[in-house]
């Protein structure tokens, strides 16, 4: 990698937009997790990117853009998707819609697809570095596939480094889960992937909660990113602990009492925060001399939700297919 740049400087987002336009790949800071960006019209370069994540398949990845403008370029709206992009976009708001072929986006991003999955971020510099780039930018999480996502940018560098372009560093993530997922079609919003916007906030918009894809999912993943063993840790790990063995590191959700090593997901039982450091609490866990990660309860409300669906996939059995 050539460089590492503060994502808030002008210079540094010309020369990532450069790079971008030229095919390369450039890892940039949002609220959620960082990303692994490349032209989304560029086959070539978005194909680097699932050579560097090591990527076993090919699933659709999230086109990131500056605006609302730029996003009615490559999908199309509804009024109800209209309404959800006033009510949650520049935010960690993901919303899966048909595409406008005439976007000449590549295949390799939207996985054959003919809908495509969109993002404004909230981060105001990496909004900044998509406007420069001009182009929508595809990008998945910056973490080799089947690792833990990245929330700073030392993050990236230890995973990543050599395989990347250039490095924007913007900052430890503030939000730190992936943005929520809705697919959105004329009159129904489906919940593909759940996040720091919660069903409860959709519903506040839409006027009912959106449909779980488990309604009428049997078969076929709506979201083929979504499979179970997705934010894996190495050593095993294990859910709703509420007594430790000393060989076990400890993600703590308010106060604990354990002799082995502690990473506090909140020592305030505070689920925002919670959600803040959970991969990075996640990685330290995985990186400490314990033997296995024990999770105190998460409760099941508000962010709760998107944190347990985390967990879930972190602690899921290892011979599930790595897909991110
Ligand atoms: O917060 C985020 O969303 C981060 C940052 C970098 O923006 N990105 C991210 O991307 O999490 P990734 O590739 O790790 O996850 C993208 C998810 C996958 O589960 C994928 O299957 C789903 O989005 N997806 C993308 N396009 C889709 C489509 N057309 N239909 C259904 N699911 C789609
Ligand atoms: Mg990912």
Redesign the pocket.
């Known amino acids: 990698m050539d460089r590492i740049d503060a994502q808030n400087d002008p210079k540094a987002q010309e020369a990532a937009a450069k790079a971008v336009r030229k095919g390369g790949l450039v890892a940039f800071g949002?609220e959620?997790?960082?990303?692994l960006g490349a032209d989304a019209t560029n086959s070539q370069a978005v194909a680097r990117i699932y050579e560097a994540k090591g990527r076993p398949r090919f699933?659709?990845?999230?086109c990131?853009v500056p605006n609302v403008e730029a996003a009615h370029a490559i999908g199309v709206f509804s009024p109800l998707a209209e309404e959800l992009a006033a009510a949650f976009w520049p935010g960690?708001f993901?919303m899966?819609l048909p595409k406008r072929p005439e976007a000449g986006l590549s295949d390799l991003v939207?996985a054959g697809?003919d809908?495509?999955?969109i993002?404004v971020?909230g981060h105001e510099s990496a909004r900044a570095f998509l406007a420069k780039a001009g182009t929508p930018v595809a990008?998945?999480?910056a973490n080799p596939s089947g690792k833990v996502?990245p929330t700073t940018a030392a993050h990236v560098a230890e995973g990543l480094g050599n395989k990347i372009d250039m490095l924007l560093d913007g900052g430890p993530c503030t939000h730190g889960l992936?943005?929520t997922?809705v697919?959105v079609d004329e009159n129904t919003v489906t919940l593909?992937?759940p996040g720091s916007i919660t069903g409860e906030m959709i519903a506040g918009i839409i006027g009912s909660p959106p449909v779980h894809p488990e309604e009428h999912k049997q078969d076929a993943p709506?979201?083929?990113?979504?499979l179970k063993s997705h934010y894996a840790p190495d050593k095993p790990i294990r859910l709703n602990a509420t007594s430790f063995a000393d060989d076990e590191a400890v993600l703590s959700f308010g106060p604990v009492h354990h002799s082995g090593p502690v990473y506090p997901l909140s020592t305030s039982a505070d689920l925002t925060e919670a959600a803040t450091n959970l991969f990075a609490t996640l990685r330290a866990a995985d990186a400490s001399t314990a033997h296995r990660i024990a999770v105190m309860p998460i409760p099941e409300d508000g962010l709760g939700y998107a944190i347990n669906d985390r967990l879930a996939r972190a602690a899921a059995p290892k011979d599930a297919v790595h897909e991110?």
Do not use: D, K
Request: cysteine-free.
């Open positions: 949002t959620t997790v960082y990303g699933n659709p990845l999230i990131h960690p993901t899966v939207t697809l809908t495509v999955a993002r971020p990008a998945p999480s996502s992936e943005s997922i697919a593909l992937r709506v979201a083929p990113g979504m991110q």
